[in-house]
C-alpha cells in the first residue's frame, strides 16, 4: 500500500497570504495524485488533478507541483473561503488519501 | 451539469442490513466509475472502492472486503453501498463520487452531498 504523508497538520495564515502544504508518497506515483479541499460538514470538492492541472471551476489562485515523491499544493492570496481542510490523494496503485492539512485563520 | 446525489441519514441497529443509493445524473452513467469514501467523525477520508456501472465490475479496499458490497442499477443511473449485518463502528459519513476521466478510474471528480450513518 502507498502511504501518502500530509505535513503540516494545521497550518495557521492570514488572509492574502500564501499557504504551502505538502504531500509525500512513500514511493513513486509519476503525476497520478490530485487535491481535495473539504470544509465542514461540506463534501470533498477535487482541486487538482494529474498533481498540476486545476479542475473546471478552481480559481487560479491554488496550484499543484511536483517533485519526485514530494507534491505540493500552494494557495497565492488566501481567501475567507479556502479555510479548509485539504487532502492529497494518490491514485497510481489503488487509491490512498493524506491524513489531511487544516488551513486555519490566524 | 453533472450531479450526484445520494440518500438520506439512516439511524440503524446493530446486526441489522442496509443499502445507500448514490445517483448520477448529467452525464454517461455507465462509463464512469464510481467510489465510494467513509468519514469517520472527526476524521480523515478512506478509500473503501470503486464500482463500474458498465459491467458491475468492483475493486475493494483491502480494509472493507468482505465487508460491504458495492452494486448499481443502470436503468436508474444509481450504485449502491451495502451492508449485511452493520456494526456500531460502521457510525460514519459515506461519500459517493463519479470518477474521472472517462472510463478510468482515476481520480474523484464528483461528489455526492454524503450519507450519514449511526449505527447504536
Known amino acids: 500500500e502507498i502511504v501518502m504523508t500530509q505535513s503540516p497538520a494545521t497550518l495557521s495564515v492570514s488572509p492574502g497570504e500564501t499557504a504551502t502544504l505538502s504531500c509525500r508518497a512513500s514511493q513513486g506515483l509519476g503525476s497520478n495524485l490530485a487535491w481535495y479541499q473539504q470544509k465542514p460538514g461540506q463534501a470533498p470538492r477535487l482541486l487538482i488533478y494529474?498533481?498540476?492541472t486545476r479542475a473546471a471551476g478552481i480559481p487560479a489562485r491554488f496550484s499543484g507541483s511536483a517533485s519526485g515523491t514530494e507534491f505540493t499544493l500552494t494557495i497565492n492570496s488566501l481567501q475567507p473561503e479556502d479555510f479548509a481542510v485539504y487532502y492529497c490523494?494518490?491514485?497510481?496503485?489503488?487509491?490512498?488519501f493524506g491524513q489531511g492539512t487544516k488551513v486555519e485563520l490566524k | 451539469e453533472v450531479q450526484v446525489v445520494q440518500s438520506g441519514a439512516e439511524v440503524k441497529r446493530p446486526g441489522e442490513s442496509l443499502k445507500i443509493s448514490c445517483k448520477g445524473s448529467g452525464y454517461s452513467f455507465t462509463t464512469h466509475w464510481i467510489g465510494w469514501v467513509r468519514q469517520r467523525p472527526g476524521k480523515g477520508l478512506e478509500w473503501m472502492g470503486i464500482?463500474?456501472?458498465?459491467?458491475?465490475?468492483?475493486k475493494y479496499s483491502p480494509s472493507f472486503q468482505g465487508q460491504v458490497t458495492f452494486s448499481g442499477d443502470t436503468s436508474i443511473n444509481t450504485a449502491y453501498l451495502q451492508w449485511s449485518s452493520l456494526r456500531a463502528s460502521d457510525t460514519a459519513t459515506y461519500f459517493c463520487a463519479r470518477l474521472g476521466p472517462t472510463g478510468s478510474p482515476d481520480y474523484f471528480a464528483d461528489w455526492g452531498q454524503g450519507s450519514l450513518l449511526i449505527v447504536s
Open positions: 490523494q494518490q491514485y497510481f496503485n489503488w487509491w490512498t
Open positions: 494529474g498533481a498540476v
Open positions: 464500482y463500474y456501472p458498465g459491467d458491475s465490475e468492483t
